[in-house]
Structures are given as structure tokens and as C-alpha cells.
């Protein structure tokens, strides 16, 4: 057992998690799973992102303050963004692709779809939202009264609960704000204050190129201290990383039996679940595999030729396993620094890169809202224009790098995709029940892209190591 390479372990830890949920919920035993091992997968997320803040901020300053020249930063930073941004539209691009070609929304029955079409006139009707292209008029048309008359008669009808509210509430926010406000957003008021909270991970990025670049500058009789100790503390977090790893698959045994518990009653409730939502689910899990076993490996091997698929994966696979536990980009940061840089690539440039990647950089995430958004108007009779489904492009891709890298961030960015095409927001209510398992999903996509743009980075700095 102490031979297995750590990511068996992790797949043994999240096998027998999913396992233990099943039996748990068979037998009744849902709340003593939820009250006795799942605090257990919340401790590790936390101690994960405890880690995640000191570890970028003086990852970032040691890699920074050990550049020879300074200038190389910025060509890696635009370099960096620009590959960032490609591997964002073509993901949404495979995913409008996809959701188009299969029509997971089609499959729902026609009668079904009729009466969502008619709540959706009704709802253009109240507000500003926008006309279908196809201009056929079920309200007014007497072959549909009664379920016109049924529907508006519905004290219920699209309602939306307080999770919903709540949702939408912070992506009103987002929207309303000025267009600069990411900018603005990113420099700190009080530096104190940024490291405080797991939240503003892009000022603490900001402050630490900063911090680093001026160290660089200084005479090193200067600052020579300074970067010893911050060469020193960033020694010590990397050995934490290492020494939480080193019990991950318990953790995430904890996790997932957690997260399935919590999730529905009985097995049956989980397949139930998955049933209506199947088809959409589908849809997206195969874009998220054409990204992970196709898109990456493939643009690797174009570009880079030192990394074989099998290194690849061998090396990454520890952070794809975690991302998938965990739900979360930045609890994963530590451990994608940690394996990128076993795939060769230098602690200069991961530090960089990555941790502007989890936070920015979300493949998986701006594909999924691109499927999300076709499935949902398909569902409801709406067929969207060519200039809606490029608007998608552009606010998936914006609202992918707004996303924070937690759990469900992305389903609460949708909000914004969806408005942004004249679509009802409330609808994001439909695809609650599976979004956790999707998210599990998206995240994995969304640390493999990381990884692969790292390699790619460091490879065009003829920086990538062999193995
Ligand atoms: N959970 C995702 C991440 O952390 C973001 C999302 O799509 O919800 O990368």
C-alpha cells in the first residue's frame, strides 16, 4: 500500500468515498456520514486554502526577486493572457458546437417544451427580455388557451426560492458594475486586508509581482535578507503542501462521501436526479473530455515535444484528482504548483503563471456555460440567433474569468450569459440539482488548462525541463 503512486491512492480514497455514500444512503446512515466523516473533507479544504494565500504570495515574490531581468515578465504575462484567452473561446466554441449538433434540450417532450415556451412569453412580456426568433405567438393563439390560462393562473410559476435570490443578487452586482471595475478591483486598498480573505486573490497577485519586481531592482546588499526569508517561508509552505498530500486520500474519502450525502436521500434520488437533467449532463461531460484527453495533450505534443501524453497525466493527475474532489481551482492551486513543476517547469514560472491561471483561466467552466445556456433556451422552444450564440462567446469568456475558483462560482456567472442573450435567469434553478457533479467536472478542466498553458509558457522560454 505505501509503494501506490499518490494519485491511486487518491483514486482509492474517492472510489471508496462514492462507495460509502451508496451503502450509507441504503441504510440510512446519511447523518452520521454528514455529522462524523464529512467535517473531515472540510477540514482538508481549509487547510488547503490556508495554504493557497501564503503560498502565491511569496511563491510569486521569490520568483519574481530571482529574475535576472525583469523586462522577461512582461513578455511572460502577455504571453501568458493571450494563451489564456485562446483556450477560453475554443472551449466555448466546442461547447456551442456540441450543444447544437446534440440538442440535449430537444429531448425533453414537446408538450413539456410547449408550456415552458408559453412562461417564457409571459416573462418577456413583464420585462425587457427578448422575443424568439421564430416569432410564433403561443399566447395569443387558441390552440394553446388553456395551457396559456393554466400557466398564468400558477401562483407558482417561476418563482424563484431564496437560493436563487441570493444567486442572483451577486451576479447583479458583477454586472452593474463599470466596465474597469476588474481592473480597479485588482489593485489592493490595504494589502492587510487582501490577504485576509480567500477572495481577493488577484490582489495579492498584484502585490506580489510588485513586491518582487522591486525587489529585483534593489542592490541585493540591500534586499539579500528579504529574499532569503521569503525564499525560506515559501520552503516551508511547499513542505505543507507535501505533508497534507501525504494524507489526501483519506480527505477526499471524507469529501466525497460527504458531498453524496448531502446530495440526495437514496442512491435512487442521485440516478432520479440525473434522469431529466441526463442528456444536458451528457453534453457537457464530453466537451469537458474533448478539452481534457484531445484539446491539451493534443496542442502539447504540437507544441511541446519533450512531454509525452503518459508524463503528462502521470505528473498532473494528483491535482486533476483533488480539483475533483474539492470543487475549487484555488484550494488546488498548492498542489497544481507542486506537479507542474515535477513535469519540469521552472518554480519562476509556475508561480506565475498558475496562480493567475486558477484565478482567471476557466476552460471548463466557460464551456459549461455555453452548454448550459443553448440546453436551457432549447428547453424552452427558444431558438437563438447566430449574433446571441457569439454574444455567448464573449460573456462566457468574460464571465469565466470573473468566475472565482470555489465551488458553484460558475452556475452564479451564468446569470450574467444568460441576461446577456435576453434569457430568464431564474432558469439557472433547472440545472441546480446536477451543477455539483458538473462542477467537480469543470474544475478538472479548469486545472489541466492551467498546467498545459504553464508548459506551453515554459517551453517557449526554453525553460521546460526533461524528465
Ligand atoms: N469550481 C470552479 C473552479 O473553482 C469554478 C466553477 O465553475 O464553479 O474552478
Known amino acids: 500500500m505505501r509503494k501506490l503512486p499518490l494519485h491511486v491512492k487518491i483514486i482509492i480514497g474517492l472510489v471508496l468515498g462514492i462507495i460509502w455514500a451508496f451503502i450509507s ?19 482538508f479544504i481549509r487547510l488547503l486554502k490556508f495554504i493557497a494565500v501564503p503560498l502565491v ?56 417544451r410547449i408550456k415552458n415556451r408559453i412562461s ?3 416573462w418577456v412580456e413583464e420585462t425587457d427580455g427578448v422575443k424568439p426568433k421564430d416569432n410564433r405567438d403561443f399566447l395569443n393563439d387558441p390552440q394553446y388557451a388553456s395551457q ?38 485588482m489593485v489592493p486598498e490595504n494589502i ?4 485576509s480573505t480567500n477572495t481577493d486573490m488577484l490582489q495579492v497577485i498584484f502585490f506580489a509581482i510588485f513586491f518582487g519586481i522591486v525587489l529585483a531592482i534593489l542592490p541585493n546588499a540591500t534586499v539579500g535578507p528579504v529574499i532569503d526569508v521569503v525564499n525560506g517561508i515559501n520552503a516551508v509552505f511547499l513542505k505543507m503542501v507535501e505533508k497534507v498530500m501525504a494524507v489526501a486520500p483519506f480527505f477526499v474519502f471524507a469529501l466525497l462521501a460527504g458531498v453524496i450525502a448531502k446530495m440526495a436521500d437514496t442512491p435512487r434520488e ?20 474533448i478539452m481534457i484527453f484531445l484539446f491539451y495533450p493534443v496542442v502539447a505534443s504540437i507544441f511541446i515535444k519533450k512531454i509525452s501524453y503518459k508524463r503528462f497525466f502521470n505528473h498532473i493527475s494528483p491535482a486533476q484528482f483533488l480539483a475533483f474532489s474539492t470543487s475549487s481551482s484555488a484550494a488546488t492551486l498548492p498542489v497544481t504548483m507542486e506537479c507542474v513543476e515535477e513535469l519540469g517547469v521552472p518554480k519562476n514560472i509556475t508561480s506565475f503563471v498558475l496562480p493567475i491561471g486558477a484565478t482567471i483561466n476557466m476552460d471548463g467552466t466557460s464551456l459549461y456555460q455555453a452548454v448550459a445556456v443553448v440546453f436551457l433556451a432549447q428547453m424552452h422552444m427558444v431558438d437563438l440567433t447566430l449574433g446571441q450564440q457569439l454574444m455567448i462567446v464573449l460573456t462566457a469568456t468574460l464571465a469565466s474569468i470573473g468566475t472565482a475558483a470555489v465551488p458553484s462560482a460558475g452556475l452564479v456567472m451564468l446569470i ?29 478542466v ?22
Open 192 to 195: 492587510f486586508g487582501a490577504l
Open 270 to 289: 442521485v440516478f432520479e436526479i440525473f434522469k431529466g437533467l441526463g442528456s444536458y449532463s451528457m453534453v457537457v461531460f464530453i466537451g469537458l473530455a
Open 57 to 112: 504570495l511569496f511563491s510569486i515574490i521569490s520568483g519574481i526577486s530571482g529574475l535576472s531581468d525583469v523586462s522577461k515578465l512582461g513578455r511572460m504575462g502577455f504571453k501568458t493572457i493571450s494563451i489564456y484567452l485562446v483556450t477560453t473561446v475554443f472551449a466555448v466554441t466546442v461547447g456551442l458546437g456540441l450543444v447544437n449538433i446534440f440538442k440535449p434540450g430537444a429531448t425533453i417532450d414537446d408538450e413539456q
Open 416 to 444: 450574467i450569459v444568460l441576461q446577456s442573450v435576453g434569457l430568464n435567469p431564474v432558469w439557472i434553478a433547472i440545472i441546480f440539482p446536477v451543477d455539483r457533479i458538473l462542477d467537480m467536472c469543470r474544475t478538472v
Open 446 to 467: 479548469n486545472v489541466t488548462g492551467d498546467a498545459t498553458v504553464a508548459s506551453l509558457i515554459a517551453n517557449s522560454e526554453g525553460e521546460l525541463k526533461e524528465d
Open 120 to 122: 417564457y412569453e409571459l
Open 148 to 185: 396559456v390560462a393554466e400557466i398564468t393562473n400558477d401562483p407558482n410559476r417561476e418563482q424563484t426560492d431564496s437560493k436563487v435570490e441570493r444567486t442572483m443578487q451577486s451576479a447583479q452586482q458583477a454586472k452593474d458594475a463599470s466596465p474597469l471595475q476588474p481592473l480597479v478591483d
Open 25 to 43: 444512503s441504503s441504510l440510512g446512515w446519511n447523518q452520521f456520514t454528514i455529522n462524523w466523516i464529512d467535517p473531515f473533507g472540510t477540514i
